[in-house]
């Protein structure tokens, strides 16, 4: 039933996605920075809160003139970072629901993500509770409704020696102490919900907090503008010896409350637990994928650290010498965060083609796929290509990842198709070996769409070594000109046909010592 809802979704979300790459580009494409944007809405959220809090007067009497005080005088400054307060919590609630779909919609909920997933469900918890105990300080009428229906679902519990919500029975019943420890959890449960966030990320490597910069710049001047033209407005004072009767709710944080008024606290309290156990234990529900860890060879591995720190998902740990040889460290891979993306074999310097058979095994290899196995595959494809030939379409090897397009239809005479399970498994050495050792012409290396990565980091780390910035690097030699990177997400194989065809013609264009069969230097010395 969830793969069905998630394979419906896909194509619509992929599409949706593509859309925004036009005006935004892919890097700045918000739909793929969901997370980044929420963790910047908090900042903007603690930021603005801290300036609120300056201006606002902790007391009954005193709260609701005190921001009308912000609003109405001071609606300059005090005002809009009241309107930022606002705006931000609700793009936050946003963010994170759209973050937490895609996640799910792009399967990258199950196997090891499940820690993120998991932890991702308390956050919803403490960011709902947040922004609802927010709207109680304004001690409007909006709160005075939202503050009793709260208590009396905490009521409900029957946790509480006495019931809380006697605290809002009559005029004068509301004290200044209780109206103080209000204000105190509104302060906790957003510190609370960063700590959650933090927690959050421990198991990804290098994760992305911050979005890029324009993106961030234009999200705050988007809420300063909203801010000035449609500032965020008070009701009239709670006053609780009326009912409200015309509310006007803020529909991202409240939702809840009218079906708390029509279901009644139990069912409420059930409704909202059970889905939350329910979503908190999707990564177990079937179909259950695990893919086979990683395995160092250790008397390949040197203990130089690269696994370790490209692994995207923290599974490699690096630990004293087990073995007696004369390196100080090697790496261990915890099964229970490993992928299998296979990312480590593209990071591992003893991971090159360029050996004999017998010797061809990398410090650390993936069961399905090991170097073995790779060069095998590099070399069948290369065989499949035609004989150079001048005036016929020059020889490229592809390389496609099993969560980008399908690249299959493209293999011709002219095209060798080579499908990996992530981009970032290829050494650069392989690339080197091909140019240098085939007949053929170019390398294409394809994966997922640009800033998507299904491996988080697989993309990142094939750019940063094919342009000499991260270990293992391409060599000097070999000719950048006959390699090209092409991105592209599941329903986007046209794009992967076009620069196919652009890459041939390029290549047919280009000066003859970089053109089909000519190694760009001597070949490498096999090892
Ligand atoms: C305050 C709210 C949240 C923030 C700020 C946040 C932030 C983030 C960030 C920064 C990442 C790392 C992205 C990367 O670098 O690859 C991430 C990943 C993830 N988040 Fe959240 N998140 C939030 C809520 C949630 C919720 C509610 C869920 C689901 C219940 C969720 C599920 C996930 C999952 C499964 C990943 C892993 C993605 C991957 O491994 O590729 N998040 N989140
Ligand atoms: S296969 Fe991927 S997830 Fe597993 S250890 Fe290697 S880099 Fe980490
Ligand atoms: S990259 Fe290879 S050699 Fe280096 S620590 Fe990892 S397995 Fe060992």
């Given at each position: 039933m969830l793969k069905v809802i998630q394979t419906t979704l896909q194509g619509p979300l992929l599409r949706a996605e593509g859309l925004f790459d036009h005006p935004f580009g892919a890097h700045w494409n918000p739909m793929r920075q969901l997370g980044t944007l929420s963790f910047f809405f908090y900042w903007i959220v603690a930021v603005s809160g801290i300036f609120v809090y300056v201006f606002f007067e902790t007391s009954v009497t005193g709260a609701h003139g005190s921001i009308e005080?912000?609003?109405?005088?001071?609606?300059?400054?005090?005002?809009v970072m009241?309107?930022?307060h606002r705006y931000a919590s609700d793009a936050m609630v946003m963010t994170t629901v759209l973050h937490m779909s895609r996640e799910f919609i792009t399967d990258r909920y199950r196997g090891v993500r499940w820690f993120t997933w998991f932890t991702g469900v308390p956050i919803l918890w403490f960011l709902y509770g947040s922004g609802i105990s927010g709207y109680w300080l304004v001690w409007d009428q909006l709160a005075q409704y939202v503050a009793i229906g709260s208590m009396e679902w905490l009521d409900w519990l029957g946790i509480f020696g006495e019931p809380i919500a006697n605290n809002f029975l009559t005029r004068g019943s509301l004290g200044d102490r209780f109206f103080s420890l209000l204000v105190f959890m509104h302060i906790f449960l957003p510190?609370?919900?960063?700590?959650?966030?933090?927690?959050?990320?421990?198991?990804?490597?290098?994760p992305r907090i911050n979005p890029p910069g324009g993106l961030a710049l234009g999200s705050l001047l988007m809420l300063i503008a909203l801010s000035l033209v449609y500032p965020a407005t008070s009701h009239p004072p709670a006053d609780l010896g009326t009912v409200p009767t015309v509310l006007g709710l803020d529909w991202f944080y409240m939702i809840l409350y009218p079906v708390f008024d029509t279901w009644g606290a139990g069912m409420m309290w059930a409704a909202a637990l059970g889905v939350s156990m329910f979503v908190a234990f999707m990564p177990w529900l079937p179909p259950l994928r695990r893919a086979k860890p990683a395995e160092v060879q250790l008397d390949k591995c040197n203990g130089c650290t690269r696994c370790f720190e490209d692994c995207p998902f923290g599974a490699i740990s690096m630990k004293p010498r087990s073995d007696g040889r004369p390196y100080t460290q090697e790496a261990v891979v915890d099964?229970?965060?490993?992928?299998?993306?296979?990312?480590c074999v593209g990071s591992c310097p003893v991971s090159t083609p360029f050996r004999k058979t017998d010797q061809l095994l990398s410090g650390i290899e993936i069961p399905g796929l090991t170097l073995r196995l790779l060069r095998e595959k590099v070399d069948a494809a290369v065989a499949g290509?035609?004989?150079?030939?001048?005036?016929?379409?020059?020889?490229?090897?592809?390389?496609g990842c099993d969560h980008g397009a399908d690249i299959e239809q493209f293999q011709d005479g002219s095209v060798a198709v080579v499908r990996i399970p992530c981009v970032g498994m290829l050494a650069p050495s392989f690339i080197d070996y091909i140019?240098?050792?085939?007949?053929?012409?170019?390398?294409?290396?394809?994966?997922?769409?640009?800033?998507?990565?299904?491996?988080r980091l697989g993309i990142r780390w094939t750019e940063d070594r094919m342009d000499g910035l991260r270990d293992p690097y391409l060599r000097e030699r070999v000719p950048r000109a006959r390699i090209r990177t092409l991105w592209a997400a599941p329903n986007e194989p046209g794009k992967i046909g076009r620069g196919l065809a652009t890459?041939?013609?390029?290549?047919?264009?280009?000066?003859?010592?970089?053109?089909?069969?000519?190694?760009?230097?001597?070949?490498a010395p096999a090892a």
């Open positions: 005080y912000m609003t109405v005088q001071q609606w300059y400054f005090a005002g009241r309107s930022l510190l609370f919900l960063l700590f959650i966030m933090w927690i959050h990320l421990l198991k990804i490597n290098r099964p229970r965060y490993c992928t299998s993306c296979g990312l290509l035609a004989p150079p030939d001048p005036a016929g379409k020059p020889g490229v090897v592809l390389f140019l240098s050792r085939s007949g053929a012409a170019g390398v294409m290396l394809s994966g997922c769409r640009d800033g998507d990565c299904y491996h890459f041939q013609a390029d290549l047919a264009a280009a000066p003859a010592d970089i053109q089909a069969g000519e190694p760009a230097d001597k070949p």
